[in-house]
């Protein structure tokens, strides 16, 4: 992996409270991005550690890549995160029986799609961001999967 060299300053970034929430905020991927980016532009105690937790425990592996090179590019001894290839959220899959469960048993995938941003905008943004152009297949084929809607007697 080529490691390219990132200016940096060593002081706090003037919008570092902005910037820590947005490292932080689980229900937006890219915007977990740009703050590690811009983070990687301030070399203090405190942008280090953010992007250390970051690197070590966002769920979008995209996210973890972007805070190693920004952590390296400081000169911190670290390690490159491993691709978690096993479920991102945990009981992603029971959320999404829920929520297919909850829709009438006629319904389509893009209700389905559509219900599941609007009640977890986290399963769908990490998801998205994690599986790239992969994303519409895979929850397609979790919409299939899921079991129907049964009536009780």
Known sequence: MKLTQYKYKEETPPNYDELKK???????????????????????????????????????????????????????????PERNENELIKDTDKVLVR??????????????KAKLQKMRSDIYDTYKGAKGDEFEAWLEARWKAAPVRTRRK
């Open 99 to 112: 929520i297919k469960k909850s829709l009438p048993a006629d319904h389509s995938y893009e209700d389905f």
């Open 22 to 80: 947005s490292a932080n905020r689980m229900a937006n991927w890219k915007e977990r991005l740009a703050a590690v980016e811009e983070l990687g532009k301030w070399k203090t105690e405190q942008t280090i550690s953010i992007l250390s937790n970051r690197m070590k425990n966002d769920p979008v592996y995209q996210v973890q890549e972007a805070a190693y090179e920004m952590l390296q590019n400081f000169g911190e001894d670290v390690e490159m």
